[in-house]
């Protein structure tokens, strides 16, 4: 059975002789776990609730 590297699309023999399968090798399977972790880390953070707009109140109550 061979199957295709999720990473570099090359073929791999899916037995014993192929450890990293689906990957074709090592590199390729730590490409694809990194390739997740960016992706997963990468996600915009849009800040809400982190800035404020200056705007600040002084608490001197005019009469
Ligand atoms: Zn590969």
């Known amino acids: 059975m061979i199957v295709a ?3 570099c699309s090359r073929p791999v023999e899916w037995s014993e ?3 990293w399968r689906p990957f074709c090798s ?3 399977k730590l490409l ?5 972790a960016t992706e ?3 996600i915009p ?3 809400s609730g982190e ?3 200056g ?4 608490g001197e109550e005019l009469p």
């Open 5 to 7: 590297c999720p990473t």
């Open 55 to 58: 705007e600040s109140q002084d």
């Open 17 to 19: 002789v192929s450890p």
């Open 26 to 28: 090592e590199r390729c």
């Open 45 to 47: 953070d849009d800040g």
């Open 40 to 42: 997963k880390h990468a």
């Open 32 to 36: 694809d776990l990194g390739a997740w």
């Open 51 to 53: 800035l404020i707009d």
